[in-house]
């Protein structure tokens, strides 16, 4: 059973790789391979690898006196009903932030307020253009996170760069750079606020050890396409002046949507509620904002402004893939699959380093929340104590290594989504790129740790 349902997976995970010679959509392909995988789990039983895992144990502890008087069928219903509902909790969650920041780019743009800082890039220079969004791209994603990072920057190049393949190279070099600028800071990457938050790191110690690391990871494909990139930003249509008038509700939408989105991290970290919930509260407020300014204009044009006209346009296909492909990783992790993978690591090569760099690889393909929680599991902070070599270098793979496939961050399948980026198109043009960072990154802490 376990064998099929990682057929099931890796025969999902090339449909979705090959969505364009095969001409069935990505989303579809994910949320296909999500639940034939957890269809099978269900109706298949336990696999006798599950009975002996951590996950399984700690439910069998949970449910007390109860699991005594169910069978083993109804045991395992139980298992998967309360692990699926686990995973649901867990994506709805990145959904709906997913969905907010989305929202909140969208309500900006439509009242032009990017216009403020286009207009104050000259530069027609392709190469010095991007120099400027990647070192940007970078520190925003320590003080935001990469995935809304990643919204923003691509935002803001859909306004600079017409030519479309031009533009493909600045989103795929915006997760490389998003990524890289979040695994220094504990609150930049899912995964170091997972380790922040359980104790295996402190933030000053994540901040001293992988800025260098990652600022490495982040120069070394800029400098390669420093050299080789080719081509230009295209011609932009002229388009008419904007009013006074809107120029100014476009500079306020500006100020109080990236205050919005940087105030998230400072509402996580007083009241303690997940990030999402200072999302919902930034779309909030600049949902009633918007329904106030302009209101002299008719109540047609006045509705191409308001936050409803920004949620229909917001790309729900790429939402739907993200949770197609969440909840298929789900079910390998419920299944103790990446939990039994770990160990196997452990036993076959036995060097930390190796494991933990091949971890990061390991994110390209799979996502690296459950990869990091499975490592989390293998190794204790009774022989590994908060700040240990292991815990460091494991923020800084998993949070990079998933730079190298499209589909390996939230921050690539944002981008995916947004523009239109063939799985392909990004191996064959970014992914070797983002591979000599990664490696780059990975070789100079190894250094800095050694020395």
Known sequence: MELLIIIIFVVGYFAIALEHPIKINKTASALLTAVI?????????????????????????????????????????????????????EIAQILFFLMGAMTIVELVDAHQGFKFITDRIKTKNPI????????????????????????VMVSL??????????RLF??????????????????????TTMLWIGGQISAAAIMKSLFIPSIVCALVPLIFLTFTMKGTLGEFKDSSEASASSIKSGNLMLILGLGALISVPIFKTVTHLPPYMGMLLGLGILWVISELINPDLDEAERKNYTASHALAKIDMPSVLFFLGILLAVGALQSMGTLANFAGYLNTTFGDNRIIITLIGLLSAIVDNVPLVAASMGMYSLEAYPMDDFIWIYLAYCAGTGGSILIIGSAAGVAAMGMEKIEFGWYLKRISLLAALGYFAGAGVYLLMAQL
């Not at 190049?157 to 031009?166: A, F, S, Y």
């Not at 600045?170 to 995964?191: C, E, H, K, L, Q």
């Open 128 to 151: 010095a253009l991007l120099w400027v969004v990647c070192i940007v791209a970078f520190f925003l994603s320590s003080v935001l996170d990469n995935l809304t990072t990643t919204i």
């Open 37 to 89: 995988c957890w269809t099978i789990f269900t109706v298949s039983g336990s696999p006798e690898t599950l009975l002996t895992s951590e996950r399984y144990l700690h439910f069998i502890h949970e449910l007390g006196d109860k699991a005594a008087t169910l069978s083993a069928g109804e045991l395992h219903l139980e298992y998967v009903g309360e692990q699926l509902g686990h995973h649901l909790n």
């Open 157 to 166: 190049v859909r306004k600079l760069i017409p030519d479309k393949e031009m």
């Open 170 to 191: 600045f989103a795929g070099m915006i997760v490389i750079a998003a990524n890289a600028g979040g695994a220094w800071s504990p609150i930049g990457d899912v995964t």
